[in-house]
Nanobody, 125 residues
């Protein structure tokens, strides 16, 4: 169906930057939105940024002004440029994709979204 492979997480100092990458494979024609979620220890997974298939973006308040999500449809990839990182940004970051409504119906899929394996971002002095 769809597989998401993400990378780019690392240990950085406060104020540093990282660029996360996620590449989708499989039935990529079915993908509608792509984006990023984060999950800190003991916390619920929450949205960071979403990019629709036209390039429109949504950012969580905590990400606005610091993070930039972008998408390359030709490469079936989504990126998250993370700047001015804070210790509170420490989390596992998961790539996300959901589908055009037609595809799950056409293919008999039960799921409407896929997740990457996660990449660890640690911001610490």
């Amino acid at each position: 169906q769809v597989q998401l492979v993400e990378s780019g997480g690392d240990l950085v100092h406060p104020g540093g930057s990282l660029r996360l990458s996620c590449a989708a494979s499989g039935d990529t024609i079915c993908i509608s939105n792509m984006g990023w979620y984060s999950q800190a220890p003991g916390k619920e997974r929450e949205v960071v940024a979403i990019v629709n298939n036209a390039g429109g973006t949504y950012y969580a308040d905590s990400a606005k002004g610091r993070f930039i999500a972008s998408r390359d449809n030709a490469k079936n990839a989504v990126y998250l440029q993370m700047n001015s990182l804070k210790p509170g940004d420490t989390a596992v970051y998961y790539c996300y994709a959901d589908f055009n409504q037609e595809c799950p119906v056409k293919h008999g899929w039960l799921e409407n979204e896929y997740w990457g394996q996660g990449t660890q971002v640690t911001v610490s002095s």
